[in-house]
Nanobody, 117 residues
Framework: QVRLVESGGGLVQAGGSLRLSCAASGIVFGINGMAWYRQAFGQQRELVAAITKGGITNYADSVKGRFTISRDNAKTSVYLQMNSLKPEDTAVYYC???????????WGQGTQVTVSS
């Protein structure tokens, strides 16, 4: 089993920055891809950014140029640096990890990000 613990959410004004962190613990050797998703109130969960163990990244068009995903493989942790935040970035952000050996994925409990105008 893998446990994901997120931190770093909060309230920020438009144009501000936040950094989210997610640390995986447990049986983590099979984890390859890690990602951040978000779900705004009344909306479906959507992919924000993803990163492979080799460092290949993928971003939603809405966050390109503003958000940066990174990871520390030694700590099995993933980070999301969010700059130039907009009110439409307000959502619960979830960390996701994919275990390619066990063919399972795991989710964190979510952290609230609120951007005021």
């Amino acid at each position: 089993q893998v446990r994901l613990v997120e931190s770093g959410g909060g309230l920020v004004q438009a144009g501000g920055s936040l950094r989210l962190s997610c640390a995986a613990s447990g049986i983590v050797f099979g984890i390859n891809g890690m990602a951040w998703y978000r779900q705004a109130f009344g909306q479906q969960r959507e992919l924000v950014a993803a990163i492979t163990k080799g460092g290949i990244t993928n971003y939603a068009d809405s966050v390109k140029g503003r958000f940066t995903i990174s990871r520390d493989n030694a700590k099995t942790s993933v980070y999301l640096q969010m700059n130039s935040l907009k009110p439409e970035d307000t959502a619960v952000y979830y960390c996701n990890a994919v275990d390619t050996l066990l063919h399972r994925d795991y989710w964190g409990q979510g952290t609230q990000v609120t951007v005021s105008s």
